[in-house]
């Protein structure tokens, strides 16, 4: 069955350093998409960034970054020159297979970042 | 530019009660999602939809209903409010191709006392 794993519930991060969010993902199915989502304290949703399993490249979306290590089964959200607006909950996502539809969500780390 | 929009946004209710939340979505798009979420627990599916008429049970559909007459619709209805089903509820909408990722409503937060 696939799972999606957060072991950091919570982190700090000093302004302008960067952070590594870890996810792993367990998953039979070797076509998947990755996704991240930001959830600040106001409570919406925010799309990040995403990775196909058969991507050959880490994506990139502006300040962040998924360090995607597919042996290991997974996909870090890098966030490079943090600021006080990064402060929110974050959460992993996977989609299994090209034909299924539904997404399952990690628990999430709360990020806090420090003046 | 209004995306994915919940009603209501806060709602208390009686244990036995019964609400419907509304999804309205202005994006075309022709899979929708209910979640719920709680402390500590991330976002858990409700109920998909992946076109107008079909709805399909995710990991915890006991005690909800849903229905998606309309392509731009998807309701989540409470028949019988519990203590357990307070929770904060997200719709979320998305387009064709797996790569497309979700678009979220902005929540409705359900207390059942």
């Known amino acids: 069955a696939q799972k999606i794993t957060q072991t950091q519930p919570g982190m700090f991060v000093q302004e302008k350093e960067a952070v590594t969010l870890d996810c792993t993902y367990d998953t039979s199915d070797p076509s998947y998409g990755l996704f991240w989502y930001k959830q600040p304290s106001s409570g919406e949703m925010i799309f990040l960034i995403y990775?196909?399993?058969?991507?050959?490249q880490n994506a990139t979306e502006g300040r962040y970054s998924l360090n995607f290590q597919k042996a290991r089964k997974s996909a870090n959200l890098v966030i490079s020159a943090s600021q006080l607006g990064d402060s929110a909950m974050y959460f992993c996502a996977m989609r299994e297979g090209p034909g299924t539809y539904k997404y399952i969500f990690g628990t999430g780390t709360r990020l806090k970042v420090l003046a | 530019n209004a995306g994915v929009t919940q009603t209501p946004k806060f709602r208390v209710l009686k244990t036995g009660q019964s609400m419907t939340l509304l999804c309205a979505q202005d994006m075309n798009h022709e899979y929708m999602y209910w979640y719920r979420q709680d402390p500590g627990m991330g976002l858990r599916l409700i109920h998909y939809s992946v076109g107008e008429g079909t709805t399909a049970k995710g990991e915890v559909p006991d005690g909800y209903n849903v229905s998606r007459l309309k392509k731009q619709n998807f309701l989540l209805g409470l028949e019988s409010a519990a203590p357990s089903q307070t929770s904060v509820y997200f719709c979320?909408?998305?387009?064709?191709?797996?790569?497309?990722?979700?678009?979220f409503g902005d929540g409705t937060r359900l207390s059942i006392l």
């Open positions: 979320a909408s998305r387009g064709t191709g797996g790569h497309q990722p979700q678009h």
């Open positions: 990775q196909g399993s058969y991507d050959q």
